[in-house]
Every structure is written in structure tokens, then in C-alpha cells.
């Protein structure tokens, strides 16, 4: 059975910066890929990063494009997500989600889920 479980969220000031992890278990595949998704309140859940571990090659929404760096360590089973330069919109539950049968870490489909970490950036 695979879990996903989030921590590192928090209250943060804008500009300032976060870095969730994403710790995997359960996951037998060579190949898979990670998204980090957020959701704010009355907004639909976006993909704002992710990861396909098996060739490291990451893709992150412009909306956070050089400010949202993720990562991955293998070895940990675990993901990171290092965001800068914090604005009060990037405020979200944010989730982690895996899959092993997307081609690309950028699609819809997402099988395993996080329960998901509050971000809450203040103005």
C-alpha cells in the first residue's frame, strides 16, 4: 500500500520561504513521478511542480516558475519542495501526489494522494 505524507508547512511571512517534504513508502516502481498540487480555499487543486524520479527531469507552473524549486532524495524516498519568495497567493493546502503509470510528471491522473499541509502566507 503506498503513503504519502506531507510536512512542512507553516505560517510564513511574505517573502520569506518553506520547503515541504513529501516522504513515499510503498512504492515498488522504478519509474514515478511526483507532483506537488495546491488548493486554496474556493479555487481548484493545481499542479504547481513535479518530478519524474526515475530521470530527475522536474517542470514547475509558471505562476512559480524561480521561486518553487523541487527536489528529490531517492535514497529517502522523499520530495522536497523549496519555495522562496513567498507571496500571500501562494496561501494553500498543498499536496503531494505520485503515480507509476504517467509518461510525464506534468498530466492529470494522479493515483496516491497526500493528506495535505497548510501554507499560509501573511501580507
Known amino acids: 500500500e503506498v503513503h504519502l505524507v506531507e510536512s512542512g508547512g507553516g505560517l510564513v511571512q511574505a517573502g520569506g520561504s518553506l520547503t515541504l517534504s513529501c516522504a513515499a513508502s510503498?512504492?515498488?516502481?522504478?519509474?514515478?513521478?511526483v507532483g506537488w498540487f495546491r488548493q486554496a480555499p474556493g479555487k481548484e487543486r493545481d499542479l504547481v511542480s513535479c518530478?519524474?524520479?526515475?530521470?530527475?527531469?522536474?517542470r514547475q507552473a509558471d505562476s512559480v516558475l524561480g521561486r518553487f524549486t523541487i527536489s528529490s532524495d531517492n535514497a529517502k524516498n522523499t520530495v522536497y519542495l523549496r519555495m522562496d519568495s513567498l507571496k500571500p497567493d501562494d496561501s494553500a493546502v498543498y499536496y503531494c501526489?505520485?503515480?507509476?503509470?504517467?509518461?510525464?510528471?506534468w498530466g492529470v491522473g494522479y493515483d496516491y494522494w497526500g493528506q495535505g499541509t497548510q501554507v499560509t502566507v501573511s501580507s
Open positions: 510503498g512504492l515498488t516502481s522504478a519509474h514515478y513521478v
Open positions: 518530478i519524474s524520479i526515475s530521470d530527475g527531469r522536474a
Open positions: 501526489a505520485a503515480d507509476t503509470w504517467l509518461q510525464s510528471c
